[in-house]
């Protein structure tokens, strides 16, 4: 997050799917990045939850373990993109 942070984008993390849910309620972002292995819950599930309250919530799901069927799935619950780390710049 540090990359966009530089390039002068607000950014606010969030230690689990629970409270970035709490930090959506409060400051509606423009963009969620979310990976899909998260402590509190499943990155799918909590992207299906942020589709579900906000569905226009532009969201980009981020893995280090990406899978073709778990892009498909990404892409059928609403993510915008599906990255997998490393991410380059250029992306």
């Not at 969620?32 to 992207?47: Q, S, W």
Request: glycine share 8%.
């Amino acid at each position: 997050m540090s990359r966009l942070g530089r390039a002068n984008y607000a950014v606010e993390t969030a230690d689990g799917a629970h409270p970035a849910l709490d930090a959506c309620v409060r400051s509606r972002p423009n963009l969620v990045i979310t990976d899909l292995r998260m402590k509190d819950m499943e990155g799918l599930a909590f992207l299906k939850e942020l589709k579900s309250r906000w569905p226009q919530m532009t969201v980009i799901v981020l893995t280090a373990h990406g899978t073709i069927p778990e892009a498909v799935q990404a892409t059928q619950y609403g993510a915008f993109g599906y990255l997998v780390k490393p991410v380059g710049k250029e992306e």
